[in-house]
């Protein structure tokens, strides 16, 4: 994964599996499947630091499917 410019508008997609703490939760950063890519996902892998940085989040539920390997 690579870092975006200050004031980029990127799109990342992450299935959630728990909270860590109110403003803190855990998960897995999907990639979009290469049939469905809008509407399907796979499990992704994240840099050595598994830390994703955002000044703003919007969460969508139930508009994606993971595809499991």
Not at 34 to 63: C, M, N, W, Y
Request: proline share 6%; glycine share 8%; no cysteine.
């Amino acid at each position: 994964m690579s870092a975006a410019s200050p004031g980029a508008s990127v799109n990342n997609v992450l299935a959630i599996t728990g909270l860590v703490a109110p403003d803190q939760f855990e998960g897995e950063l999907l990639q979009p499947d290469e049939a469905e890519p809008f509407s399907a996902f796979r499990r992704g892998v994240i840099s050595e630091s598994r830390v994703v940085e955002a000044e703003r989040l919007v969460i969508l539920t139930g508009v994606a499917r993971i595809i499991e390997a």
